[in-house]
């Protein structure tokens, strides 16, 4: 049991290059997210997806895309980078029902730098 | 809008010293709150939680007691260790939502020996 993985850990990007970030969990949750880290912001919510076939934004959409590809997998695609989108990009997954209990569980993170 | 204020760091402590790390909430409506702790090169990891007003999270020693009439969840350890060095952020996860967390913007701890 992996939990969350994500590839790559560390990508350097040159402005207006595109890359894909992966993400992949294996405790059959429901929901996934996608947040990035910037110092003094805390996490900040890109995308969501609350089940499979479905994709939401989130506080900070802009410049991103997002595929729900089947239960276990949730990809971030950055179609044209920009400085401003270097941060360290993190992924989560919980199960989402009626109660407010679930806890969101996170990969180690990818680590995203533009120039 | 619904938002998490936690206080700002570094908080830079002795071992053995008492910790508080200040967490104030604003919700519409009635939120369950968490801790989670990011030590250094990892993801976050969840803490302690909780779901309704009066009751207590707790685990590895930190606590933290959800307080309606203060709009608080602040956390708490009598006994800081080394170990304990890592960023801790407050989050909010508001019923209807679809699971969303609120952050806040997180509070480096830094324990010397």
């Known amino acids: 049991n992996a939990g969350v993985t994500q590839t790559p850990k560390f990508q350097v990007l040159k402005t207006g290059q595109s890359m894909t970030l992966q993400c992949a969990q294996d405790?059959?949750?429901?929901?996934m997210y996608w947040y990035r880290q910037d110092p003094g912001m805390g996490l900040r919510l890109i995308y969501y997806?609350?089940?499979?076939?479905?994709?939401d934004k989130g506080e900070v959409p802009n410049g991103y895309n997002v595929s729900r590809l089947n239960k276990r997998e949730f990809s971030l695609r950055l179609e044209s980078a920009a400085p401003s989108q270097t941060s360290v990009y993190f992924c989560?997954?919980?199960?989402?029902?009626?109660?407010?209990?679930?806890?969101?569980?996170f990969g180690p993170g990818t680590r995203l730098l533009v120039l | 809008g619904d938002s998490v204020t936690q206080m700002e760091g570094p908080v830079t402590l002795s071992e053995e010293a008492f910790l508080t790390i200040n967490c104030t909430y604003t919700?519409?409506?009635?939120?369950?709150l968490f801790w989670y702790v990011q030590y250094p090169g990892e993801g976050l990891q969840l803490l302690l939680k909780?779901?309704?007003?009066?009751d207590k999270g707790s685990n590895k020693g930190f606590e933290a007691t959800y307080r309606k009439e203060t709009t608080s969840f602040h956390l708490e350890k009598g006994s800081v260790q080394v170990s304990d060095s890592a960023v801790y952020f407050c989050?909010?996860?508001?019923?209807?939502?679809?699971?969303?967390?609120?952050f806040g913007k997180g509070t480096k701890l830094s324990v010397k020996p």
């Open positions: 989050a909010l996860l508001i019923g209807g939502s679809q699971g969303n967390l609120i």
């Open positions: 405790m059959n949750h429901n929901s």
């Open positions: 997806s609350a089940s499979e076939g479905t994709t």
């Open positions: 919700a519409t409506g009635y939120p369950s």
């Open positions: 989560a997954s919980s199960i989402v029902g009626a109660s407010l209990q679930e806890t969101q569980y």
């Open positions: 909780a779901t309704k007003a009066d």
